[in-house]
């Protein structure tokens, strides 16, 4: 099994920022350590751009089922490789 490659950033926090990520990890905090703080934060970040893409999906798909029947035209498969492109 191959394993994913991992990458280590580094983030600069100070102020306020520092201070309310300080809070949130360790005995007191819903987080043991920054890392696990930070890819719970990226994580549902991702979900979230996913969600948008979805309803944005779904909205479209909502349109398209509205629409009358008479402005449906016949596309091949090559006419929605060829729409996508560009």
């Not at 102020?15 to 930070?38: C, P, Q, R, W």
């Not at 629409?67 to 006419?79: G, Q």
């Amino acid at each position: 099994m191959s394993r994913t490659p991992t990458t280590t950033m580094t983030v600069r926090l100070s102020g306020a920022l520092s201070e309310f990520v300080a809070a949130n990890i360790g005995e007191h905090g819903t987080y043991e350590n920054v890392s696990e703080y930070m890819r719970d934060l990226i994580r549902r970040d991702k979900e979230r751009v996913e969600q948008e893409a979805f309803n944005r999906l779904k909205a479209e798909l909502a349109h398209a089922y509205a629409a009358p029947e008479s402005s449906y035209k016949p596309l091949t498969a090559a006419d929605v490789i060829a729409r996508n492109q560009t």
